[in-house]
């Protein structure tokens, strides 16, 4: 009964910024990962961000160091990503995910996936 669900896609001009939400719903964990991922056109899977809620322990690939924030709010069930600085190579759909065995994010098995947000970044 997990859904996850994601808003706040859009179209920005480069420098830019977007804040995405992921809702989580029917989800009977108390902490685990969660996560961002994006991908682009021709290109694979990207893991973007991600936090593990029982601490707030976030990660983030080094291509949106500095420039993007994943954090949480618990009584909503809600993760968010702030893109701030957006560049064209950002345009991609992204999606958020959910460990389903509610692990840390170095174990994370991300078995619920939300429908996808596009975000288009233009020069």
């Known amino acids: 009964q997990v859904q996850l669900v994601e808003s706040g896609g859009g179209s920005v001009q480069a420098g830019g910024s977007l804040r995405l939400s992921c809702a989580a719903s029917?989800?009977?964990?108390?902490?685990?990962?969660m996560g961002w991922f994006r991908q682009a056109p021709g290109k694979e899977r990207e893991g973007v961000a991600n936090i593990y809620t029982g601490g707030g322990t976030t990660n983030y690939a080094d291509s949106v160091k500095g420039r993007f924030t994943i954090s949480q709010d618990k009584g909503k069930n809600t993760v968010y990503l702030q893109m701030n600085s957006l560049k064209p190579e950002d345009t991609a759909m992204y999606y958020c995910?959910?460990?389903?065995?509610?692990?840390?994010?170095?174990?994370?098995?991300?078995?619920?996936w939300g429908q996808g947000t596009q975000v288009t970044v233009s020069s």
């Open positions: 029917g989800y009977t964990y108390r902490s685990n990962c």
């Open positions: 995910a959910a460990d389903r065995s509610g692990r840390l994010c170095s174990r994370a098995d991300f078995g619920y």
